[in-house]
């Protein structure tokens, strides 16, 4: 009941009428920062709501943001890695996130 008449918005949600992959997905791929995919989802929302926070965060920031995300494949590197590239990436846009 919590959610009714509310807007959710998924992973699976992020891409473009086309299939086109999300900033925020592509950076993950490109840095490599999937393994089993289990985490995957919940770690690549909360790159959504730093980037979308319209804010530029160090990486320990950034580092300390996602901590609340348990990965038991990788040692966070990549991870990281694509959360800072999507955050640089789409704040180079006119200085805004490029999806809503």
Sequence with gaps: AWCEGKHILTVEGLQGENGE???????????????????????IMSAVEIVGSGKQYTREELRKLISGHL?????????????????????????KPTFS
């Design 21 to 43: 992959l999300n900033p925020i997905q592509k950076a993950f791929i490109e840095e490599a920062a999937v393994q089993c995919g289990f985490c995957t989802p919940g770690i």
């Design 71 to 95: 990965c038991r494949c990788t040692g966070y590197q990549n991870i990281l890695n694509a959360v800072e590239r999507a955050v640089n990436e789409c704040h180079k846009v006119v200085g």
